[in-house]
């Protein structure tokens, strides 16, 4: 492909199923509806636009789902590339409810068109564990509470669930999402095209749109060997619009990352329990499941210019060692990269731009719900005159910064890995404080059930004024661990053993009295 994005390396390529070659456009072709690209969101506009009974052509520069639609991690998730916070800050909470539900209709339509057309190879495993490497139960509940409030069917999974379903001591609460599944996206693209196809779709591989004159209520799109005219036009050319539509182009980022599959790890099914998808950050990393019985596929690292696949293999393994260091040394068998296209909002940019021209694109790393979600929505715009697609207006678009952009993200990316880091070992500091204070709690009541009562309710109190002054010490720790003196400070523990093994030091001394200073002399 013009970008040099391979499949060649895929796992999915490896595992996909079979299907017919497409030829190229070469004949001049009359229609309703123009589709350019063949992606998850080109397939699926032209296939409801086809149930709709309008003629709907594709043209496709490489072939079906060769780019993003056929390279992401799989995962079918409801939600948007922004979070739902930043969402209801933006727009309100009315409204946020429904760009929700239309969220997780795109999570129902990829559910439905697997099971009604039974298409082969797409393997749906259910379940989302989005791991917290943070936060407590307590901030993950709510978290579950406030997107409860949006729509989001998510239940909190408490650390002890988490950490005995994922053998991983750095992980704490989760938010489950039961609904979401995971999905071989390449397949679910080829039968996807397939049952367009079957109704009515016609689909050109090879055939790149060179360009578009929107003018005129037939605008016509020329092609290498022959021309398209069309009265609606959709653009669903992600990141790969480019000199066609340079402006429009220009509205989105394109952000490369990384998915390897290894070879079979024999362990794997003991160490990571859960079958359906994990995440474990809120960034483009760190998004693993299990694949063919006992291969782990793992995504992650960001880069917005091209980088030595080696290097970021390297990564990439170094980040499944760190996580799960109990599946000794893995292989990588595949490893490949895709491009997705992000708006500055982080939201789809859906809507008729000009009468007629309508745009599919931006769904950044939430493309499998979300392209099947604009599907729908322009289909049913487009023939049914159904303006729903108009929710996601104060989504316009937005220039994405150019070069300067790219160079940007990718330094909020590095920028925030230290930071992140910095979180987690802050969050688990803390969690070693709290293990070392109900040890302590645990022995002094041990000792104290030994003593009498009178010094034992005299100890209790003395411990909590300690265990209080440690605590506020314990809070600040962190922050001031980088310039702190190389010192130990006296803790609770070395204040209470002080204390308990050295009791009578509080009495009056007896026997020497001490001579008084000054005074009268006696002689
Ligand atoms: C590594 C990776 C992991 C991801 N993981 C997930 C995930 O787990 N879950 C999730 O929901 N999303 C994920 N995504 C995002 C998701 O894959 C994308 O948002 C989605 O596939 C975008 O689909 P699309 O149809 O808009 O674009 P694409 O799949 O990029 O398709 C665009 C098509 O348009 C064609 N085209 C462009 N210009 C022309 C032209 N002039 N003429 C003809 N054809 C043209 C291109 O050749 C291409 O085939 C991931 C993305 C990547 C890269």
């Given at each position: 492909?013009s970008?040099?994005?391979?499949?060649?390396?895929?796992?999915?390529?490896?595992?996909?199923?079979a299907?017919?070659?497409?030829?190229?456009?070469?004949?001049?072709?009359?229609i309703?509806?123009?589709?350019?690209?063949?992606?998850?969101?080109?397939?699926?506009?032209?296939?409801?636009?086809?149930?709709?009974?309008?003629?709907?052509?594709?043209?496709?520069?490489?072939?079906?789902?060769?780019?993003a639609?056929?390279?992401?991690?799989?995962?079918?998730?409801?939600?948007?590339?922004?979070?739902?916070?930043?969402i209801v800050?933006?727009?309100?909470?009315?409204?946020?409810?429904?760009l929700?539900?239309?969220?997780?209709?795109?999570?129902?339509?990829?559910?439905?068109?697997?099971?009604?057309?039974?298409m082969?190879?797409?393997?749906?495993?259910?379940?989302?564990?989005?791991?917290?490497?943070?936060?407590?139960?307590?901030?993950?509940?709510?978290r579950?509470?406030?997107?409860?409030?949006?729509?989001?069917?998510?239940?909190?999974?408490?650390?002890?669930?988490?950490?005995?379903?994922?053998?991983?001591p750095?992980?704490?609460?989760?938010?489950?999402?039961?609904?979401?599944f995971h999905?071989?996206?390449?397949?679910?693209?080829?039968?996807?095209?397939?049952?367009?196809?079957?109704?009515?779709?016609?689909?050109f591989?090879?055939?790149?749109?060179?360009?578009?004159?929107?003018?005129?209520?037939?605008?016509?799109?020329?092609?290498?060997?022959?021309?398209?005219?069309?009265?609606?036009?959709?653009?669903?050319?992600?990141?790969?619009?480019?000199?066609?539509?340079?402006?429009?182009?220009?509205t989105?980022?394109?952000?490369?990352?990384?998915v390897?599959?290894t070879?079979?790890?024999?362990?794997?099914?003991?160490?990571?329990?859960?079958?359906?998808?994990?995440?474990?950050?809120?960034?483009?990393?760190?998004?693993?499941?299990i694949?063919?019985?006992?291969?782990?596929?793992?995504?992650?690292?960001?880069?917005?210019?091209?980088?030595?696949?080696?290097?970021?293999?390297?990564?990439?393994?170094?980040?499944?060692?760190?996580n799960?260091?109990?599946?000794?040394?893995v292989?990588?068998?595949?490893?490949?990269r895709?491009?997705?296209?992000r708006?500055?909002?982080?939201?789809?940019q859906?809507?008729?731009?000009?009468?007629?021209?309508?745009?599919a694109s931006?769904?950044?790393g939430?493309g499998?719900?979300?392209?099947?979600?604009?599907?729908?929505?322009?289909?049913?715009?487009?023939?049914?005159n159904?303006?729903?697609?108009?929710?996601?207006?104060?989504?316009?678009?937005?220039?994405?910064?150019?070069?300067?952009?790219?160079?940007?993200?990718?330094?909020?990316?590095?920028?925030?890995?230290?930071?992140?880091?910095?979180?987690?070992?802050?969050?688990?500091?803390?969690?070693?404080?709290?293990?070392?204070?109900?040890?302590?709690?645990?022995?002094?009541?041990?000792?104290?059930?030994?003593?009498?009562?009178?010094?034992?309710?005299?100890?209790?109190?003395?411990?909590?004024?300690?265990e209080?002054?440690?605590?506020?010490?314990?809070?600040?720790?962190?922050?001031?661990?980088?310039?702190?003196?190389s010192?130990?400070?006296?803790?609770?523990?070395?204040?209470?053993?002080?204390?308990?093994?050295?009791p009578?030091?509080?009495?009056?001394?007896?026997?020497?009295?001490?001579k008084?200073?000054?005074?009268?002399?006696?002689?």
């Amino acid at each position: 492909m013009s970008d040099g994005e391979s499949t060649v390396d895929s796992w999915y390529e490896a595992t996909r199923v079979a299907t017919r070659e497409r030829g190229r456009l070469s004949f001049e072709l009359d229609i309703d509806v123009c589709v350019i690209g063949a992606g998850l969101a080109g397939l699926t506009v032209a296939r409801e636009i086809a149930k709709r009974g309008w003629s709907v052509a594709v043209l496709e520069a490489g072939h079906v789902a060769w780019a993003a639609s056929g390279r992401n991690s799989g995962f079918v998730l409801p939600g948007f590339h922004e979070d739902e916070d930043t969402i209801v800050e933006r727009i309100g909470l009315d409204h946020a409810k429904h760009l929700y539900a239309l969220s997780k209709d795109g999570v129902d339509y990829v559910r439905r068109t697997i099971a009604e057309t039974g298409m082969p190879g797409v393997d749906p495993v259910p379940g989302w564990l989005h791991v917290s490497k943070t936060d407590g139960d307590d901030t993950v509940r709510g978290r579950v509470e406030r997107l409860r409030w949006i729509g989001a069917e998510v239940e909190a999974w408490p650390v002890a669930r988490v950490r005995e379903t994922l053998n991983n001591p750095r992980y704490f609460a989760a938010l489950h999402y039961p609904n979401a599944f995971h999905i071989h996206p390449l397949n679910y693209a080829l039968g996807l095209a397939a049952d367009a196809e079957a109704a009515g779709v016609r689909i050109f591989e090879d055939t790149p749109a060179l360009s578009i004159d929107p003018t005129g209520v037939r605008k016509r799109i020329d092609t290498p060997s022959a021309r398209v005219r069309a009265p609606r036009v959709v653009l669903a050319a992600n990141v790969h619009l480019g000199s066609l539509m340079p402006q429009l182009a220009a509205t989105l980022l394109p952000i490369t990352t990384y998915v390897l599959v290894t070879e079979p790890i024999p362990m794997l099914n003991e160490v990571i329990r859960y079958k359906g998808a994990v995440s474990d950050t809120e960034r483009a990393d760190n998004h693993y499941r299990i694949v063919g019985g006992n291969r782990l596929q793992w995504g992650g690292r960001v880069r917005l210019w091209d980088a030595e696949p080696r290097s970021i293999a390297r990564s990439l393994i170094g980040d499944i060692k760190r996580n799960f260091p109990a599946l000794g040394d893995v292989a990588v068998a595949h490893l490949w990269r895709g491009t997705l296209g992000r708006a500055v909002h982080r939201m789809p940019q859906i809507g008729q731009i000009e009468p007629g021209l309508w745009v599919a694109s931006g769904f950044g790393g939430h493309g499998l719900n979300t392209t099947a979600m604009a599907g729908e929505l322009i289909a049913r715009g487009i023939v049914e005159n159904d303006e729903t697609w108009r929710l996601f207006a104060p989504y316009e678009l937005v220039w994405a910064g150019g070069k300067l952009g790219r160079v940007l993200a990718q330094g909020l990316y590095w920028g925030s890995r230290p930071f992140v880091r910095a979180e987690e070992e802050i969050a688990r500091y803390r969690e070693r404080a709290r293990q070392r204070k109900a040890a302590r709690m645990k022995a002094r009541a041990e000792q104290r059930a030994k003593l009498p009562a009178k010094q034992a309710a005299a100890l209790s109190a003395i411990a909590e004024v300690a265990e209080a002054e440690q605590e506020a010490f314990s809070a600040t720790a962190p922050a001031r661990a980088e310039g702190a003196p190389s010192v130990a400070p006296v803790t609770a523990d070395d204040r209470a053993a002080h204390l308990e093994t050295k009791p009578k030091e509080f009495g009056r001394r007896k026997g020497k009295r001490r001579k008084p200073k000054g005074g009268p002399k006696t002689n």
